[in-house]
């Protein structure tokens, strides 16, 4: 059970961080083969949690560690989440000071 959350849980992350690191770096410096490296290593980490879900039957220490990844990919979660809101504010920010520059240009030329 618990090895499901833990994908489960790193597909939730990864279905946010990907977008985020998509939109960010298109934005800032639009290196696509970044992105194709990143999604090749999310591919690596996806299949590494799958074998390790199937090892924590038998190995207590895999246990042990996907447990402790699940405590961190919920930790993540809550960052990105944090990221993701600050983006949306600092967007809407900028478009509120547009349009009162907009609005001030128009009473300028207006009077």
């Not at 924590?56 to 990221?83: I, N």
């Amino acid at each position: 059970m618990a090895e499901a959350i833990v994908t489960d849980v790193a597909k939730e992350i990864l279905s946010k961080v990907i977008p985020l690191v998509t939109e960010q770096i298109n934005l800032a410096w639009g290196f696509k083969d970044e992105l194709t490296q990143l999604r090749q290593s999310v591919e690596m980490i996806q299949d590494v949690l799958a074998d390790a879900e199937r090892k924590q039957m038998t190995d207590l220490s895999v246990k042990r560690w996907l447990q402790r990844l699940k405590d961190l990919a919920y930790d993540a979660d809550d960052v990105l989440d944090e990221l993701a809101y600050e983006i949306l504010r600092r967007k809407i920010e900028i478009r509120n000071q547009m349009k009162r520059k907009d609005v001030r240009h128009i009473r300028l030329h207006t009077n």
